[in-house]
């Protein structure tokens, strides 16, 4: 059985300092074969120590409990073998960022910012599985290599502003100094920071540019993922203007730009048009969505999938207000390698085929 740091505070549903809306595993266990069934709320209560019953209810409410894998009430009786997860928004306390000399690919530096241009498939922040080989514990190191009195106490998080996902490519801005963590969380917190992404998207979008406006925020039924309400009853206000850059018959290159910084925001709008992103595992773009029946056509779209094997995201620009200089800063970068391979070869194929228009 492996039990985390949980106590009654870590069962609150506010948003971490970041605004992150991550899910972090707290508790996970396998009920003994022996146990005579009792309410999850009072077995939970039993295991997890200072948490009220009232705190257990709220998240087994909010769906922060799975058993099984599925969403559970508080008056559920647990029985013999069943797989309890207790989820939690906020980080345990005490989980220290270890340095590791990692590769950064550093676009910019200057003594408060830096800008890195994240590959895909790292995690930008440690959490319940990555504990070590993250984006921040490699920024750890070289902060720490430059300045040995750096510590999380002096630089929350190492710099650490914004996030973007595990198997998303692209820029991201990190600070250098407590006051450009104040600076830089707040125009993130005001939705001033500039950030244009491009993807490559299922189907052939009817516009050539437009604006999806529907609040996003956890799936009612399984919380691990979002979704979008486009009447405003669940989640928070998300905004995304999106232009079509490259038309393939099938798939679609666009630009989106970010009004708002929603967890999963454009994959998760994407999704709600009907244009899942390319490959993207979790909001269904990784089967055919468009397109033919014939067997080399699928063979095609298997051979795209394994040249670019992540949801086809790319955090292209990035732009703020510097913390020390005050001025306008605009920062851009080359699509990731695996992106610009699959985008050739699509390009290649409906030009073949007679698609392009």
């Not at 925020?217 to 919380?223: D, E, I, P, S, V």
């Given at each position: 059985m492996h039990q985390g740091q949980d106590n009654d505070r870590e069962l609150d549903e506010s948003p971490s300092v970041d605004g992150s809306e991550e899910l972090y595993e707290r508790l996970n266990l396998k009920v003994d074969k022996g146990q005579e069934p009792l309410r999850i709320d009072k077995f939970l209560v039993q295991r997890i120590e200072h948490a009220s019953r009232n705190k257990i209810q709220k998240a087994l409410e909010a769906g922060?409990?799975?058993?099984?894998?599925?969403?559970?009430?508080?008056?559920?009786?647990?029985?013999?073998?069943?797989?309890?997860?207790?989820?939690?928004?906020?980080e345990a306390p005490g989980e220290e960022i270890i340095p590791e000399e990692l590769p950064l690919n550093i676009q910019y530096e200057d003594e408060d910012v830096m800008i890195i241009n994240k590959p895909p498939g790292i995690v930008v922040h440690p959490a319940s599985g990555n504990y070590s080989?993250?984006?921040?514990?490699?920024?750890?190191?070289?902060?720490?290599?430059?300045?040995?009195?750096?510590?999380?106490?002096?630089?929350?998080?190492?710099?650490?502003?914004?996030?973007?996902?595990?198997?998303?490519?692209?820029?991201?801005?990190?600070?250098?100094?407590?006051?450009?963590?104040?600076?830089?969380?707040?125009?993130?917190?005001?939705?001033?920071v500039h950030r244009q992404y491009m993807a490559l998207v299922w189907g052939d979008l009817v516009e050539d540019s437009g604006t999806i406006v529907a609040h996003v925020g956890r799936h009612l039924r399984f919380r691990k993922l979002f979704d979008a309400y486009p009447d405003g009853d669940h989640g928070?206000?998300?905004?995304?203007?999106?232009?079509?850059?490259?038309?393939?018959g099938y798939v679609t290159l666009i630009q989106c730009v970010l009004e708002t910084g929603r967890t999963h925001q454009i994959r998760v709008h994407m999704q709600h048009i009907g244009h899942p992103l390319f490959n993207d595992d979790t909001y269904g773009g990784d089967k055919i969505v468009k397109g033919t029946v014939f067997s080399k056509y699928r063979q095609f779209v298997d051979n795209c999938f394994a040249i670019c094997p992540r949801h086809a995201l790319h955090a292209k620009t990035i732009g703020f207000i510097h913390p020390g200089t005050g001025k306008e800063m605009l920062f851009e970068s080359e699509l990731a390698?695996?992106?610009?391979?699959?985008?050739?070869?699509?390009?290649?194929?409906?030009?073949?085929?007679?698609?392009?228009?």
């Amino acid at each position: 059985m492996h039990q985390g740091q949980d106590n009654d505070r870590e069962l609150d549903e506010s948003p971490s300092v970041d605004g992150s809306e991550e899910l972090y595993e707290r508790l996970n266990l396998k009920v003994d074969k022996g146990q005579e069934p009792l309410r999850i709320d009072k077995f939970l209560v039993q295991r997890i120590e200072h948490a009220s019953r009232n705190k257990i209810q709220k998240a087994l409410e909010a769906g922060m409990v799975l058993v099984n894998n599925k969403q559970v009430s508080p008056n559920y009786k647990i029985r013999p073998l069943d797989e309890i997860i207790l989820y939690s928004d906020k980080e345990a306390p005490g989980e220290e960022i270890i340095p590791e000399e990692l590769p950064l690919n550093i676009q910019y530096e200057d003594e408060d910012v830096m800008i890195i241009n994240k590959p895909p498939g790292i995690v930008v922040h440690p959490a319940s599985g990555n504990y070590s080989g993250t984006l921040i514990n490699g920024v750890a190191w070289y902060l720490t290599q430059k300045n040995s009195a750096i510590n999380e106490q002096n630089l929350p998080r190492f710099g650490l502003v914004h996030r973007i996902d595990k198997n998303t490519s692209g820029l991201m801005v990190l600070a250098k100094t407590e006051k450009a963590v104040r600076s830089l969380a707040k125009q993130f917190f005001d939705h001033t920071v500039h950030r244009q992404y491009m993807a490559l998207v299922w189907g052939d979008l009817v516009e050539d540019s437009g604006t999806i406006v529907a609040h996003v925020g956890r799936h009612l039924r399984f919380r691990k993922l979002f979704d979008a309400y486009p009447d405003g009853d669940h989640g928070k206000e998300a905004i995304t203007h999106y232009k079509v850059l490259e038309r393939f018959g099938y798939v679609t290159l666009i630009q989106c730009v970010l009004e708002t910084g929603r967890t999963h925001q454009i994959r998760v709008h994407m999704q709600h048009i009907g244009h899942p992103l390319f490959n993207d595992d979790t909001y269904g773009g990784d089967k055919i969505v468009k397109g033919t029946v014939f067997s080399k056509y699928r063979q095609f779209v298997d051979n795209c999938f394994a040249i670019c094997p992540r949801h086809a995201l790319h955090a292209k620009t990035i732009g703020f207000i510097h913390p020390g200089t005050g001025k306008e800063m605009l920062f851009e970068s080359e699509l990731a390698d695996d992106m610009k391979e699959v985008i050739a070869k699509w390009r290649a194929y409906t030009t073949n085929n007679g698609l392009r228009r």
